[in-house]
């Protein structure tokens, strides 16, 4: 059995930035866990104001990927 962290709204979320189709993406400067980092958002205006909702993280220096089995990406 397959398995992965995908989840349907990040699915979404990659098929809106690669399609095309939007353009309301920004990057934004952010922390993640403390740690100087960006996002890439979708930004939409709701009453007035401005939802920054983050769709992907960068990778901070603190982060380490692993696969399901345990190995370390390549840094």
Same mark, same amino acid.
């Given at each position: %059995?397959?398995?992965?962290n ?5 699915? +979404?979320?990659? #098929?809106?930035?690669? +399609? $095309?189709g939007f +353009?309301?993406f920004?990057?934004? +400067? /952010?922390?993640?866990? $403390?740690?100087?980092?960006a996002?890439? /958002?979708?930004?939409t #205006?709701q009453a007035? #104001?401005?939802?920054i909702?983050p769709?992907?993280?960068s990778?901070t220096?603190t %982060?380490?990927l692993?696969?399901?089995? $345990? ?5």
């Amino acid at each position: %059995m397959s398995q992965t962290n995908i989840t349907p709204d990040h699915r +979404s979320a990659f #098929e809106a930035l690669t +399609s $095309g189709g939007f +353009s309301n993406f920004a990057l934004f +400067s /952010c922390f993640a866990d $403390g740690q100087p980092a960006a996002a890439i /958002c979708a930004v939409t #205006e709701q009453a007035g #104001e401005y939802l920054i909702r983050p769709l992907f993280v960068s990778v901070t220096d603190t %982060m380490r990927l692993t696969d399901h089995d $345990g190995r370390k990406a390549a840094q």
